[in-house]
């Protein structure tokens, strides 16, 4: 016979006391007065602090009646009289809303409401009975924070109006609350005692039975019996030392757009303000100069407030960062300009200097980092993201020091848990049981508050650490700021381990991919911003007026956009469409800076001689390149110098095409190759004359594309999983590849691909003076769930491809013996990568793609995704980008494979600026790279951003006396040697008047 189960109808006792506790909670409100007298008006918000109004006038406003609109705005005023009963007692505004408002009575910020809280305490903000409202609030269909069950429920792109009230609450039975939220959360949790947790189920049982659930009676005694039965008992003991800091995490954009931080951000802040009001041992931490300056400009009642609690400890900034950029894909230049902003504000607002980087949500750290944020003034680095989300390993530490690429060490704090918790006894214990440096690293960081959309700490959170320390199975709670934490438990702590090598992340491998124009663009205004603040800093020189106000602005908007959901392209379409507007804002205002530069001949503002083919745009050119007319070069033109830039002479006979039946491909041979391509513009052969040798290993795609079913799950702008190959999708070669225009000094081949939506035409660049093969891919991209890579399988025996960091580069094993290498099947790289054995290699050059797959001795270029979560539309439209293939003898190093990249990536232009000819001989071809040049932020020197990218020592002499300063322009010392390590960044500044 087969078994039967037992299936229990009747209600468990644990049953019976959860929906007791629900009754319970019924009765926190003794008496809610409705508020009558109120208007609304709808306006959906169109920047930081203008709105377009649906209607003139506002409308009346009653309970059960529909407000809001999806993503909108809502204007609400009113009136109400404290009724004479109400006198003397402690009487709160109420509302419960899925919204997020703004509170102000007789023109005083007294709180803020939202899904995570309903009430605001009036009483020490009021000095009338007559109270006059007004509310500023912002509604979203998706809830800040989906983990926590409670706050889930609250979502509605329209809402129903539950009503407004001012109310007043049984404390007793409010307090009880608390102490069954602690209690009842600790009995469900299997992280404590069982024997505890049966304990507490019979005990607080027992102390429910005195209460009379429709009056409340009963309740002093049940809070009674509960402090002598439960709190008191220390039979069962706890274990671990657990630091908790207050912290919000705020997004600046991601379901939501920038312009709608600003208000998340000010309520944010206004409700830690309010609580620190009441609970004067509550301390908080607030990351982003970013949001601190926007709180500033738009709210500076606020603000003024803010500064006070910042003095009184409080209140603390952390984070160096201008905001919480993306590590991944910004250049190291973007990444020192994030802390350099991010420094002088905190500077100019608070009078300190921040000395740790606060960065929980970004997705993985590049190696490069360390140097940047100890050169910075940062000592300290927090991220959570490592510990929590790795999809194949557990990272091995919590507390420890990070290595950097060029020995730079900072110390380093990867909490064990999520940096989104509501403060719950099971979430500490979680946090004590997976720090993994119990016995090395004091102390295990746990941060609470809700976030994404901000929103912070409540009541309950600081009503259950006001109880934590009554409870003997919780372990040791210390509330501290996160300064604190870090001070107390990393530094000179000579127990530590060390992690050397970058932070990846494995997961949300997707987002070096993903919104290709977006990174794109990204790429070209790095370089553009390099190039306008060098020209201009030169002008300066010579007496023209330095804009460095506008630079500022042009920077710090080009920054915001590098933030960890905007850069990645893990956001909803508005939010591409103003980081995109944003791009090209600064594009045009970073043009009229160059226009005052303008001048006849071309200007090389790179410290080495090009000799590497390059385009120039010219309207009179015969080719056509990303749409563009232009004619090809290669200029040999001086570093930091300027001249005549000719096109390439005409060759007779350079070029020869045939089709061959046997193998059934063209074979193109040039001056340094005999190749042979399929019909899908694929290498069947590659075989270079000049190094007697052939590229193409056998069996292997090489420039082949490929494209994939892409159906990574919930994170689906985030992710590219591991089986992403196995299933392919058909490409159809609607036009074979053919010789579609060929020159004396160039020829173009051209294959058309076409999908049910789709059409990419892949045009192939042969060159009779170089030995670079270009390929640019012009694409009509309609897809869903698709990824487009095209791989590489050189006939190169390494283990290992070198990629480009933008300061350096790093090592990435292509062998899969660890779990740790085969979690690694998707980096991300800069500019190039190179396969390369003794004596000869290959590289890719690119000019805006991030993503690289490792595949034992082949690599893939990741090209284009197409996700619908968060934005549906994302990557659907237009594309033209491309790439470069370079067959090079040496290795990366060797064949000055990142000077090719660099000029690949900055265009050459006309300018009549000059370089002082004493500076311009240091700098050119003196091992180091002029990173930037620009006037320093005083205005009184020339800062010149040098770095080595080589892995080389040496020395730079130059011929006067130069200060050495730090990335964010303190003054170190004063030389005319400098001395640099492998990788070094270094910041010189000279005094104009010594040029």
Same mark, same amino acid.
């Given at each position: 016979?087969?078994?039967?189960?037992?299936?229990?109808?009747?209600?468990?006792?644990?049953?019976?006391?959860?929906?007791?506790?629900?009754?319970?909670?019924?009765?926190?409100?003794?008496?809610?007065?409705?508020?009558?007298?109120?208007?609304?008006?709808?306006?959906?918000?169109?920047?930081?602090?203008?709105?377009?109004?649906?209607?003139?006038?506002?409308?009346?406003?009653?309970?059960?009646?529909?407000?809001?609109?999806?993503?909108?705005?809502?204007?609400?005023?009113?009136?109400?009289?404290?009724?004479?009963?109400?006198?003397?007692?402690?009487?709160?505004?109420?509302?419960?809303?899925?919204?997020?408002?703004?509170?102000?009575?007789?023109?005083?910020?007294?709180?803020?409401?939202?899904?995570?809280?309903?009430?605001?305490?009036?009483?020490?903000?009021?000095?009338?009975?007559?109270?006059?409202?007004?509310?500023?609030?912002?509604?979203?269909?998706?809830?800040?924070?989906?983990?926590?069950?409670?706050?889930?429920?609250?979502?509605?792109?329209?809402?129903?109006?539950?009503?407004?009230?001012?109310?007043?609450?049984?404390?007793?039975?409010?307090?009880?609350?608390?102490?069954?939220?602690?209690?009842?959360?600790?009995?469900?949790?299997?992280?404590?005692?069982?024997?505890?947790?049966?304990?507490?189920?019979?005990?607080?049982?027992?102390?429910?039975?005195?209460?009379?659930?429709?009056?409340?009676?009963?309740?002093?005694?049940?809070?009674?019996?509960?402090?002598?039965?439960?709190?008191?008992?220390?039979?069962?003991?706890?274990?671990?030392?657990?630091?908790?800091?207050?912290?919000?995490?705020?997004?600046?954009?991601?379901?939501?757009?920038?312009?709608?931080?600003?208000?998340?951000?000010?309520?944010?802040?206004?409700?830690?303000?309010?609580?620190?009001?009441?609970?004067?041992?509550?301390?908080?931490?607030?990351?982003?100069?970013?949001?601190?300056?926007?709180?500033?400009?738009?709210?500076?009642?606020?603000?003024?407030?803010?500064?006070?609690?910042?003095?009184?400890?409080?209140?603390?900034?952390?984070?160096?960062?201008?905001?919480?950029?993306?590590?991944?894909?910004?250049?190291?230049?973007?990444?020192?300009?994030?802390?350099?902003?991010?420094?002088?504000?905190?500077?100019?607002?608070?009078?300190?200097?921040?000395?740790?980087?606060?960065?929980?949500?970004?997705?993985?750290?590049?190696?490069?980092?360390?140097?940047?944020?100890?050169?910075?003034?940062?000592?300290?680095?927090?991220?959570?993201?490592?510990?929590?989300?790795?999809?194949?390993?557990?990272?091995?530490?919590?507390?420890?020091?990070?290595?950097?690429?060029?020995?730079?060490?900072?110390?380093?704090?990867?909490?064990?848990?999520?940096?989104?918790?509501?403060?719950?006894?099971?979430?500490?214990?979680?946090?004590?049981?997976?720090?993994?440096?119990?016995?090395?690293?004091?102390?295990?960081?746990?941060?609470?508050?809700?976030?994404?959309?901000?929103?912070?700490?409540?009541?309950?959170?600081?009503?259950?650490?006001?109880?934590?320390?009554?409870?003997?199975?919780?372990?040791?709670?210390?509330?501290?700021?996160?300064?604190?934490?870090?001070?107390?438990?990393?530094?000179?702590?000579?127990?530590?381990?060390?992690?050397?090598?970058?932070?990846?992340?494995?997961?949300?491998?997707?987002?070096?991919?993903?919104?290709?124009?977006?990174?794109?663009?990204?790429?070209?205004?790095?370089?553009?911003?390099?190039?306008?603040?060098?020209?201009?800093?030169?002008?300066?020189?010579?007496?023209?007026?330095?804009?460095?106000?506008?630079?500022?602005?042009?920077?710090?908007?080009?920054?915001?956009?590098?933030?960890?959901?905007?850069?990645?392209?893990?956001?909803?379409?508005?939010?591409?469409?103003?980081?995109?507007?944003?791009?090209?804002?600064?594009?045009?205002?970073?043009?009229?800076?160059?226009?005052?530069?303008?001048?006849?001949?071309?200007?090389?503002?790179?410290?080495?001689?090009?000799?590497?083919?390059?385009?120039?745009?010219?309207?009179?050119?015969?080719?056509?390149?990303?749409?563009?007319?232009?004619?090809?070069?290669?200029?040999?033109?001086?570093?930091?110098?300027?001249?005549?830039?000719?096109?390439?002479?005409?060759?007779?006979?350079?070029?020869?095409?045939?089709?061959?039946?046997?193998?059934?491909?063209?074979?193109?041979?040039?001056?340094?190759?005999?190749?042979?391509?399929?019909?899908?513009?694929?290498?069947?052969?590659?075989?270079?004359?000049?190094?007697?040798?052939?590229?193409?290993?056998?069996?292997?795609?090489?420039?082949?594309?490929?494209?994939?079913?892409?159906?990574?799950?919930?994170?689906?702008?985030?992710?590219?999983?591991?089986?992403?190959?196995?299933?392919?999708?058909?490409?159809?070669?609607?036009?074979?590849?053919?010789?579609?225009?060929?020159?004396?000094?160039?020829?173009?081949?051209?294959?058309?691909?076409?999908?049910?939506?789709?059409?990419?035409?892949?045009?192939?660049?042969?060159?009779?003076?170089?030995?670079?093969?270009?390929?640019?891919?012009?694409?009509?991209?309609?897809?869903?769930?698709?990824?487009?890579?095209?791989?590489?399988?050189?006939?190169?025996?390494?283990?290992?491809?070198?990629?480009?960091?933008?300061?350096?580069?790093? #090592?990435?094993?292509?062998?899969?013996?660890?779990?740790?290498?085969?979690?690694?099947?998707?980096?991300?790289?800069?500019?190039?990568?190179?396969?390369?054995?003794?004596?000869?290699?290959?590289?890719?050059?690119?000019?805006?793609?991030?993503?690289?797959?490792?595949?034992?001795?082949?690599?893939?270029?990741?090209?284009?995704?197409?996700?619908?979560?968060?934005?549906?539309?994302?990557?659907?439209?237009?594309?033209?980008?491309?790439?470069?293939?370079?067959?090079?003898?040496?290795?990366?190093?060797?064949?000055?494979?990142?000077?090719?990249?660099?000029?690949?990536?900055?265009?050459?232009?006309?300018?009549?600026?000059?370089?002082?000819?004493?500076?311009?001989?240091?700098?050119?071809?003196?091992?180091?790279?002029?990173?930037?040049?620009?006037?320093?932020?005083?205005?009184?020197?020339?800062?010149?951003?040098?770095?080595?990218?080589?892995?080389?020592?040496?020395?730079?002499?130059?011929?006067?006396?130069?200060?050495?300063?730090?990335?964010?322009?303190?003054?170190?010392?004063?030389?005319?040697?400098?001395?640099?390590?492998?990788?070094?960044?270094?910041?010189?500044?000279? #005094?104009?008047?010594?040029?």
């Amino acid at each position: 016979m087969a078994h039967v189960k037992v299936v229990r109808r009747s209600m468990r006792p644990e049953e019976w006391t959860d929906l007791r506790f629900v009754w319970l909670q019924r009765g926190i409100y003794e008496e809610k007065f409705e508020i009558t007298d109120l208007e609304i008006r709808d306006a959906r918000q169109i920047s930081e602090d203008q709105y377009e109004y649906y209607s003139d006038e506002y409308r009346p406003l009653k309970k059960d009646d529909m407000y809001f609109t999806p993503d909108g705005t809502a204007f609400i005023r009113g009136h109400v009289q404290i009724p004479a009963h109400m006198k003397g007692k402690n009487i709160y505004f109420t509302l419960h809303t899925a919204a997020e408002m703004i509170v102000k009575i007789n023109g005083k910020y007294v709180g803020g409401v939202d899904p995570n809280r309903e009430r605001i305490l009036l009483n020490p903000y009021i000095d009338s009975d007559d109270l006059t409202i007004e509310i500023e609030a912002y509604n979203r269909s998706k809830p800040d924070d989906e983990r926590n069950p409670a706050s889930l429920a609250h979502r509605g792109c329209r809402q129903i109006f539950e009503g407004a009230y001012l109310s007043t609450i049984r404390d007793n039975v409010q307090s009880l609350v608390y102490d069954y939220i602690l209690f009842m959360d600790i009995a469900h949790s299997e992280y404590f005692n069982e024997d505890y947790r049966k304990f507490l189920f019979r005990e607080l049982s027992k102390a429910l039975d005195f209460i009379d659930f429709d009056t409340y009676e009963g309740v002093d005694q049940a809070a009674e019996y509960v402090e002598k039965n439960i709190y008191s008992n220390t039979d069962f003991k706890g274990s671990g030392d657990v630091a908790l800091v207050g912290h919000s995490h705020l997004d600046i954009a991601y379901y939501w757009r920038r312009i709608h931080a600003v208000h998340k951000n000010a309520r944010t802040i206004l409700i830690q303000l309010r609580l620190m009001d009441q609970y004067p041992e509550f301390k908080y931490t607030h990351t982003q100069a970013y949001t601190y300056e926007t709180l500033e400009k738009y709210y500076p009642e606020l603000f003024a407030e803010l500064k006070e609690k910042i003095a009184a400890g409080q209140f603390e900034p952390v984070g160096a960062m201008y905001v919480e950029p993306d590590c991944n894909i910004p250049s190291a230049e973007s990444l020192i300009r994030q802390c350099l902003y991010g420094q002088m504000y905190f500077r100019k607002a608070f009078g300190r200097t921040i000395d740790n980087a606060w960065l929980p949500d970004v997705f993985g750290n590049s190696w490069i980092l360390p140097q940047i944020l100890k050169k910075s003034g940062v000592d300290y680095f927090v991220s959570n993201k490592m510990s929590t989300w790795n999809d194949t390993n557990r990272f091995p530490h919590n507390n420890f020091i990070w290595k950097g690429i060029d020995g730079s060490s900072v110390y380093a704090c990867v909490p064990p848990t999520h940096f989104i918790t509501w403060n719950m006894p099971s979430q500490i214990q979680e946090n004590w049981e997976a720090y993994q440096d119990k016995e090395t690293g004091g102390q295990t960081l746990n941060m609470y508050g809700y976030g994404d959309g901000g929103s912070g700490c409540t009541e309950e959170m600081l009503e259950m650490i006001r109880r934590f320390d009554k409870v003997s199975v919780m372990p040791k709670i210390e509330v501290t700021g996160g300064d604190a934490f870090l001070h107390k438990n990393l530094k000179d702590n000579t127990n530590l381990a060390t992690w050397d090598g970058e932070l990846y992340l494995e997961m949300h491998r997707g987002t070096f991919t993903t919104k290709s124009n977006l990174k794109k663009a990204n790429r070209t205004l790095e370089f553009k911003l390099r190039e306008t603040e060098l020209r201009a800093a030169l002008a300066s020189l010579t007496g023209t007026s330095y804009p460095s106000e506008e630079l500022t602005e042009c920077y710090k908007k080009f920054l915001l956009n590098q933030f960890h959901d905007i850069l990645p392209g893990s956001h909803i379409h508005p939010v591409y469409e103003d980081a995109m507007n944003d791009y090209r804002s600064v594009s045009e205002r970073l043009d009229a800076m160059l226009a005052l530069t303008a001048g006849n001949e071309y200007f090389n503002s790179l410290n080495f001689t090009r000799s590497s083919i390059t385009f120039i745009e010219d309207e009179n050119g015969a080719i056509t390149r990303h749409g563009v007319k232009g004619f090809w070069s290669i200029p040999t033109l001086a570093g930091l110098s300027t001249g005549t830039v000719a096109a390439l002479p005409s060759k007779e006979n350079w070029l020869s095409t045939e089709f061959c039946d046997k193998c059934d491909c063209l074979v193109v041979e040039t001056p340094y190759y005999r190749a042979k391509l399929s019909s899908d513009g694929s290498f069947v052969s590659l075989y270079d004359k000049e190094l007697d040798r052939e590229w193409v290993k056998e069996g292997c795609g090489f420039n082949k594309l490929h494209l994939y079913a892409d159906n990574p799950g919930v994170y689906d702008a985030w992710d590219i999983l591991p089986n992403y190959k196995d299933v392919q999708v058909a490409l159809n070669v609607d036009k074979p590849l053919a010789l579609v225009s060929s020159d004396g000094s160039s020829a173009e081949f051209a294959v058309t691909f076409t999908t049910e939506k789709s059409t990419w035409k892949m045009i192939l660049r042969f060159f009779a003076d170089s030995r670079a093969i270009e390929v640019e891919n012009v694409v009509d991209w309609d897809e869903k769930h698709k990824l487009m890579k095209v791989n590489f399988g050189p006939d190169v025996l390494t283990r290992e491809l070198v990629c480009d960091t933008s300061a350096g580069f790093v #090592k990435r094993d292509l062998t899969k013996n660890t779990s740790w290498q085969q979690a690694r099947f998707e980096v991300c790289h800069h500019k190039w990568c190179d396969m390369s054995e003794s004596g000869s290699g290959i590289a890719i050059i690119n000019e805006g793609k991030y993503g690289v797959g490792l595949e034992k001795d082949e690599i893939s270029l990741s090209l284009l995704r197409a996700t619908i979560r968060p934005d549906i539309t994302s990557d659907i439209g237009h594309h033209d980008f491309c790439y470069t293939i370079l067959p090079h003898s040496g290795d990366a190093v060797e064949a000055q494979v990142n000077k090719t990249a660099m000029e690949y990536n900055v265009p050459l232009c006309k300018s009549n600026v000059t370089v002082p000819a004493a500076l311009r001989d240091t700098l050119n071809n003196c091992g180091l790279y002029l990173q930037a040049m620009k006037r320093s932020e005083d205005g009184q020197y020339l800062i010149l951003r040098l770095s080595e990218q080589d892995g080389r020592r040496g020395k730079i002499a130059f011929p006067f006396e130069v200060q050495t300063m730090n990335l964010i322009e303190d003054i170190e010392g004063s030389t005319k040697v400098v001395s640099y390590h492998p990788f070094e960044l270094i910041t010189v500044a000279v #005094k104009p008047e010594d040029l």
